[in-house]
């Protein structure tokens, strides 16, 4: 990785991307420090200190929302706005017909997209006034509509913004611009993780619990890294044919299929609901209803949460996986082609084999999502310590990380071969 970045830093068009990036990422970290009008910081802070829910979120939006930034929301509108629309185009012929459209198809998609992000972003920053309110989080007591309507749009701007930043990255940066602004929200919790740590050590003499944290995040790290390279190769021969005066086909290929082919989606689509419960539970003012008590459940660090959210990641990975993959369609592809798989009739028993390979394999990737998720609920429970950086965090933070750095290989490799044609 290191090496990849001192190659692509010597690269001055590379160099310049990587730069505007960074400048990126600055703003973005500036306008999550900058508070909105008519509010009191420093009772957010002590509003929501203990809140397993607001912990949660301050996490992926980069601490703004203990500080009620501009970019408080940071870019979790634009993930939920993504999430539905991903969901619908299911559901829904004509936004289906449009992801099956190509580019201009995606254009559309990414227009309705932006505009459920500030549909949810006004939505989301509503209830988020009305739990500073509820909190006597604000610096004012009249006019206080007027000061409701400034705050609820300063919030909606802000993720607006953020989203912008985002596609600038995408547009004249490296990587993709909203996972790169998610993977910056979630690097700036690493001071305080440290120095959580570093209380635990030193002044609570939690010697062994500390060192097993390091060791099991190391571990964690390189099991990810393996696990997002790791693929099934499934074998395929293509027939000879002889066009004219040339023979085409003959060679042996294969088609791969990564184990971990959804990467941190599921992840992200089964935090996101669980995320209801807690949020509505946090905005109730009698906690010892029935009701109450039913989502009080959903805490992030309890058994029930940690068996829900096993189970949602697997079956959110096999609904990505069906969305991806049309086993169907790769069987009729290979025999139109003149490809087969040794020892595999064409048409549908070629269809049920390779069915049958994404299923194993989705399995194994849903496991492997599930597993490292729950792990540091599991940690936080044994070891009795509250790790900051949660499974989801580490997750994307490697994911993002291995996207930028292929993303900078292949263009520099694209470089080479342009270089080399002209």
Request: aromatic fraction near 12%; glycine fraction near 8%; include cysteine.
């Amino acid at each position: 990785m290191l090496e990849t970045l001192k190659n692509a830093w010597k690269v001055k068009e590379l160099r310049n991307k990587i730069l505007f990036t960074l400048l990126i990422i600055v703003i973005f970290r500036i306008g999550s420090f900058i508070p909105v009008p008519y509010i009191n910081p420093d009772m957010i802070a002590a509003a929501t200190n203990g809140n397993s829910f607001f912990s949660y979120l301050s996490i992926l939006t980069g601490g703004g929302l203990e500080y009620g930034a501009i970019f408080a929301m940071s870019i979790t509108p634009y993930i939920n706005a993504s999430i539905i629309i991903q969901l619908l185009c299911v559901a829904i012929p004509y936004l289906e017909r449009l992801s099956k459209e190509g580019e201009e198809g995606q254009k559309k998609l990414a227009t309705i997209t932006r505009y459920t992000t500030v549909i949810l972003a006004l939505i989301q920053g509503i209830a988020y006034f009305f739990y500073l309110k509820a909190s006597n989080c604000l610096s004012v007591t009249k006019g206080i509509w007027f000061a409701a309507i400034v705050i609820v749009l300063t919030f909606a701007a802000g993720s607006a913004v953020v989203m912008w930043l985002g596609e600038q990255i995408d547009v004249k940066g490296i990587g993709n611009g909203i996972s790169i602004l998610l993977f910056a929200g979630i690097l700036s919790r690493g001071p305080q993780a440290f120095v959580a740590l570093w209380e635990y050590f030193f002044e609570l003499k939690q010697y062994v619990a500390v060192i097993g944290i390091i060791i099991a995040f190391l571990a964690i790290i390189a099991f990810i890294v393996w696990m997002t390279n790791a693929e099934r190769r499934i074998p395929v021969q293509y027939a000879k044919r002889v066009v004219g005066n040339k023979m085409y086909g003959g060679q042996n290929t294969h088609i791969p299929i990564k184990v971990n082919m959804s990467g941190v989606m599921p992840v992200i689509f089964a935090s996101s609901i669980l995320m209801l419960p807690t949020m509505i539970l946090s905005f109730m003012n009698d906690t010892t209803t029935s009701f109450a008590k039913a989502l009080a459940l959903f805490s992030t660090q309890g058994v029930f949460y940690a068996v829900v959210y096993f189970i949602m990641i697997i079956a959110f990975a096999y609904f990505y996986a069906t969305i991806q993959f049309n086993p169907v369609e790769m069987a009729n592809n290979l025999r139109k082609n003149g490809g087969a798989v040794p020892g595999i009739r064409p048409g549908k028993p070629t269809s049920d084999f390779i069915s049958k390979i994404l299923s194993r394999i989705t399995l194994m990737g849903a496991l492997f999502l599930s597993v490292i998720a729950i792990l540091p609920i599991i940690i936080g429970n044994v070891g009795q310590i509250n790790v900051s950086l949660g499974g989801t965090s580490v997750l994307i933070m490697v994911g993002v990380a291995l996207d930028t750095v292929n993303n900078l290989e292949s263009q520099m490799m694209m470089r080479h071969y342009k270089g080399f044609l002209d």
